[in-house]
């Protein structure tokens, strides 16, 4: 069975701190890797997406992620955070058609 | 183009009521999927459909049905409504091997 897992629940950052989100999926299949990002009371947004290539993806907003292929991760990182990242992030995987989340991290930024 | 639009944006429903979540894309997409977002829960796929005629079901199907006559519209119908099925639900469109887009979402409350 496929899945799709976060590791960090709740993370709360100081502006500028630098940030790392867990991801690790399972599914054995062609890769399809998305990070969705999630403002309070939004819909979904793509931050970034990786298919095949160069394992290091970049984003919108000043994201980027490493698709590791030994490691089944594909963690999400940002230098610097800012205030206006306050927000969840979904990390997702597509399986025979289906497009399957991980439980998603919320991320506080402190100002 | 309008995007995926999700119809109504907010609903209150007593137990036992019936009712029907409209989604509608105007991009030609044959992915479509229909989630529950639960605090703290992530996004669980309720049913999703990979071209009209043809639905499956996901993680969380019971106490919901699809249909999919048309390549535009994927509406959830709730049968028997239950407190347990207050939640706030996305539908989503995809082409073939890109991303996801996301409607709104509804927000339904059971009571």
């Known amino acids: 069975a496929q899945s799709v897992s976060q590791h960090n629940h709740h993370v709360i950052l100081s502006e500028a701190a630098s940030l790392e989100l867990g991801c690790n999926y399972s599914?054995?299949?062609?890769?399809?890797l998305f990070w969705y990002v999630q403002y309070p009371g939004q819909h979904l947004q793509l931050l970034l997406k990786?298919?095949?290539?160069?394992?290091l993806v970049k984003g919108i907003k000043g994201f980027e992620a490493e698709f590791i292929k030994s490691k089944f991760s594909f963690n999400l990182r940002k230098p610097s955070v800012q205030w206006s990242d306050t927000a969840e992030y979904f990390c997702?995987?597509?399986?025979?058609?289906?497009?399957?989340f991980g439980q998603g991290t919320e991320l506080s930024v402190k100002p | 183009n309008a995007g995926v639009t999700q119809t109504p944006k907010f609903r209150i429903l007593k137990i036992g009521q019936s009712m029907t979540l409209q989604c509608t894309q105007d991009?030609?997409?044959?992915?479509m999927y229909w989630y529950r977002q639960d605090p703290g829960m992530g996004l669980k796929l309720i049913y999703y459909?990979?071209?009209?005629?043809?639905?499956d079901k996901g993680e969380v199907p019971n106490g919901y049905n699809v249909s999919r006559s048309t390549t535009e519209d994927f509406p959830l119908r709730l049968e028997l409504a239950a407190p347990s099925q207050t939640s706030v639900y996305f539908c989503?469109?995809?082409?073939?091997?890109?991303?996801?887009?996301f409607g709104q979402g509804t927000r339904l409350t059971v009571v």
């Open positions: 989503a469109s995809r082409p073939e091997n890109t991303e996801a887009f």
């Open positions: 599914y054995g299949g062609t890769v399809n």
């Open positions: 990786y298919f095949s290539g160069d394992p």
């Open positions: 997702a995987d597509y399986e025979a058609g289906k497009l399957i």
């Open positions: 991009m030609n997409h044959n992915y």
């Open positions: 459909s990979v071209g009209a005629g043809i639905t």
